[in-house]
């Protein structure tokens, strides 16, 4: 079987967490810098960027980002987790899947990321050669650079990979690594109008909102492959 490899985005796809780590940069910049920003804002900024690039934004705003804002917020992100978080209804039944690979390629730090996948309950499904993350290259997402790697580790070419993702920045990336992109809105945040014609812009074409219709485009595209 001629086999594809699914590259899954974190935040926001495997579990509801961008907003997470959003709101508690919100209050974060809100304290250190004196602003007034409101959840769309921080959304519109940094929304689906890596940690490094969510710091570059900041800097080229003017916003003096340092180590210990990183510490800080990094912080406050374990303080979540702790509380603990889900993974999106049914993904494990995607997970599962064996008629295609799958890894993990997000915008966090490896060291995050592997709490993350622990306090989801996930580990099962990822080895560690399987999890690709932002300090592993140079540019982050919106940059391809992340994908380009997974797909080159996992032995893919780009055009035999699916990517899903939520954010736009995300989104962008596996557009310009020349793979499938699926867009999953099915987290709060990324519900409504505007939202969806901003993705639509970008000329992604599978939507979804529910992971049992993203298993069933992958079930027909790999039908139709083979």
């Known amino acids: 079987m001629n086999k594809t490899l699914i590259i899954w985005d974190f935040d926001g796809v495997i579990s ?54 990183a510490d800080e917020a990094l912080k406050m992100d374990f303080e979540v987790m702790k509380r603990g978080i889900e993974p999106t209804p049914g993904i494990e039944e995607i997970f599962k899947m064996k008629s295609f690979e799958q890894c993990i390629a997000t915008g966090g730090t490896m060291d995050k990321t592997l709490v993350k996948i622990e306090a989801v309950g996930i580990g099962k499904y990822f080895s560690p050669e399987q999890i690709f993350t932002a ?62 014609d ?15 219709e993203i298993k069933r485009f992958l079930v027909d595209f790999q039908a139709q492959k083979n």
């Open 198 to 212: 901003k993705v639509k812009a970008l000329g992604i074409k599978h939507i979804f909102y529910h992971m049992d």
């Open 135 to 196: 300090d592993m290259v140079e540019h982050g997402k919106p940059k391809p650079d992340l994908f380009l790697l997974a797909a080159q580790k996992m032995g893919y070419r780009p055009q035999n990979c699916i990517v899903i993702e939520d954010s736009l920045a995300g989104m962008t990336a596996g557009l310009k690594a020349g793979m499938n992109v699926i867009a999953f809105l099915g987290c709060e945040m990324n519900h409504g109008q505007t939202y969806l």
């Open 16 to 69: 509801d967490t961008e907003k997470l780590w959003l709101e508690n940069r919100r209050q974060l910049l809100n304290q250190k810098f004196n602003l007034n920003w409101d959840f769309a804002t921080v959304n519109h900024h940094l929304g689906g960027m890596s940690e490094k690039t969510k710091k570059e934004v900041l800097q080229q705003m003017g916003l003096s980002i340092d180590d210990n804002f």
